[in-house]
């Protein structure tokens, strides 16, 4: 019955998507070429990594909010240690380690210290923001990167996919199995929908919450780490972009599969990739995309949330 | 009072379902103008379920309702109060920060137009005023809410449900519990006033003698059904039990019998135990028996479970098979065997959007995975074992909990504890919300779950503590009251906080 229901979804999902799709084939025959769907993954593999680790922190019920910022910070702690000649492997070890530390702080002042999540982080994020203009005073930082090797995370294929999408898959392969196969996931799905239970039943609900936000912090930087390697060059604007699609790509995940999990927030991300996608074929110009995404992440939870649903049909029997 | 005249209210052949649960069946319920009507049943009865429809929370299944003479349907709580419908709550919600005035016009105020208008001070202080001289009580509205004693909040509460001029039917729940017996006959002579006016008050109660007190007629509810309409006289005249309505007689509970032995080994002693709710409580858990607690509401069970669970701290000596312990969190009380069935199991026993084998396993994850990973085979064989032996209704393992009636819920929190292995069980309001033919499983699985382990019951039901425990001991305010030999002392125990004579 439940297999059923899931079976149902992923028919919507798979029609939603091809509905999209041939919308934008028929005005731009381009979308469906080889060339294209390869961009498109790569878009996707940015996106996804953060949106994954977001996820985390969702399914745990709070919110991260700096994760754009400490994605910045990371891109410049990654690029002043490319500059200063660092092999690469150390410099991306540097970019993780900020978004670490800085998981770790959010998670500590909002688990253990119960500060509230938004405004927290909302501050943690502007620090991180701050802090990335110390490496350069704000300009971008691109030297020693044709040299350094980190091109390859771009450029090099792995079994056949472009490397930022295999190193996509195999980040969502291991966040399924920590989220949908391992005592932790198991603890964090019960704190987020029962913080008291969860306690109860003896689960470190706190140091969840904690894991979560550095889950979130450590894969924003390596999303970061993807981008800069595609641009060739690091600058203090770069995380900004992260925000929105990782938050629209969980929820409508969220939306279209019943509850935040990583299949979901794949689909989320396909979903939004594919119309910004489009949409920059389409010629409309990129300032918009931010509106798109805005406007289909409501649409989205206005349609599938089940208390919403729920609502429009009391009003019909009412009317009726 | 003259009945049966002026019938205000005529609900014929209500049905209401939630999912494979039927909370009522073809209940009939009736209401005059300017009656007081106790509606009486133990939890899970129906009483709640029938108020809801009452005041449009629910809608019903089938049946009609008829108000004044004119059929109404109620599908919501703006529709009710349209018919004339009004609620006090068990736990009234008012602004602490505002006047009593203030409280019962919120939302009315009859500002000037516009979000800054200003509020009609005056004008609100008038209107408290005729409502005063509708219904005389003795009352200051304009003292801030948070400094009035708890009878004058309630009558705060009753002068926003009448704020309506249409008001026709008051529905008041449990008003009394948190009233002293001063301030009971004051909440009385208030009520008295109102049926005078022609208001029918539908009176929810557990206490028994207030129905004789306070009441003209009386309505039992038991699962599902009204099971006995009798005015109060009559009750008297003819010497109706009430408690025997309540109950039923054919279908009673049965305890299980008890072991009859008190040698077992000691397993969880306190001594001078204390937390913010009790003080000084000391008690002896031994294998083999079950320990039965007795305390009303308030008078500090739900504490005195959640320090020994180690979720709130307390002071004084805990011993654990002999040695002494000292719990910082639930987890630690885990480790060390302790289980809690707790109280109020929607909010801290399960996780309701979870199936049945997530929810079994959840207290422990060390025997649920190996290497960290989840051990889903062995887990879906256990949960199912452990649902068997519980009766769990539906067998379905993969429902999530939301889909199940109270009783098999409790059941699940039951297996999950068994999935742990305790050395010490306690049980905390066991039975609420749980249906007849599941409290006696329940039992029976306490009984069972003596056999290895300590178990501690811990009830505001006399009867339940009474019936299931070998030994018993009275909470009241917070005191310790030992020596209570048989049902009808650990009452009197429990509720006037000493031993009858």
Known sequence: ?320 | MASGTRTVLDMRGIEKRFGDVKALGNVDFDLDAGEIHALLGVNGAGKSTLIKILSGVYTKDGGSILIGGVQHDLGTPRAAIEAGIAVVQQHPELVGDLTGAENIFLGHEGARPGLFGRIDRSGIAARAEALLSRFPIQIDLSRRVADMPAVDREIVAILHALRLENTRILILDEPTSTLTEREKASLFSMMRMLRAAGIAIVYITHRLEEVFEIADRFTVFRGGRNVACHTVTEARDKAISIPVLMLGTGEGLTFPPRMGRADGDVVLEAEGLTAAGFANVGLTARKGEILGIFGLVGSGVDELSKALFGAIPSTGTLRLEGRDVRFRSPADALKAGIFLVPGDRRAEGLTLDENVIFNTVAANMSRASLGGLMRFGANRRAARELAQMVDLQPMRLDRALRGFSGGNQQKVVIARGLYRQAKCYIFVEPTVGVDIGARSRIYALMREISKDAAVIVMSSDCDEVHGVADRTLALYKGRPIEGATDRDQLLHAGIMGGIAA
Do not use: E
Request: charged fraction near 10%; glycine fraction near 10%; hydrophobic fraction near 60%.
């Open chain 1, 1 to 320: 019955m439940i297999s059923n229901r899931l079976f149902m979804r992923l028919l919507a999902f798979a029609a939603l998507v091809a509905v999209i799709a041939a919308v934008f084939w028929s005005q731009n025959p381009a979308f469906l070429s080889g060339g294209n769907i390869r961009a498109l993954m790569r878009h996707m593999s940015v996106q996804g990594l953060a949106a994954l680790g977001l996820t985390f922190v969702i399914v745990v019920r709070h919110f991260d909010l700096s994760f754009p910022g400490v994605a910045s910070m990371g891109a410049m702690t990654l690029g002043w240690l490319i500059a200063s000649g660092a092999p690469f492997p150390a410099a991306i070890a540097g970019a993780l380690a900020v978004g670490l530390v800085f998981g770790l702080v959010n998670g500590t002042l909002v688990a253990r210290f119960g500060l509230p999540d938004i405004v927290t982080t909302i501050a943690t994020g502007g620090l991180a923001v701050g802090f990335s203009y110390f490496y350069s005073n704000g300009t971008s930082i691109s030297q020693n990167f044709f040299m350094s090797g980190i091109l390859d995370l771009n450029d090099k294929r792995f079994l056949g996919l472009d490397m930022p999408f295999a190193i996509l898959m195999a980040a969502a392969g291991m966040a399924a199995v920590v989220l949908h196969a391992s005592r932790i996931g198991a603890g964090m799905y019960a704190t987020g929908q029962n913080r008291v239970s969860a306690r109860f039943a003896g689960i470190a609900t706190r140091r969840l919450i904690v894991l979560a936000f550095a889950l979130c912090g450590t894969m924003a930087c390596l999303a970061i780490t993807l981008l800069v390697a595609s641009s060739g060059a690091a600058n203090v604007t770069a995380g900004g972009q992260l925000l929105m699609p990782a938050f629209a790509a969980v929820y409508l995940g969220a939306a279209l599969f019943g509850r935040p999990s990583v299949g979901a927030t794949l689909a989320g991300t396909l979903m939004m990739s594919t119309m910004l996608n489009g949409f920059t074929l389409l010629a409309i110009p990129y300032y918009y995309s931010d509106a798109i995404v805005s406007t289909v992440l409501i649409a989205a939870i206005a349609i599938f949330d089940p208390r919403l649903s729920g609502l429009l049909t009391i009003r019909r029997k009412a009317a009726a």
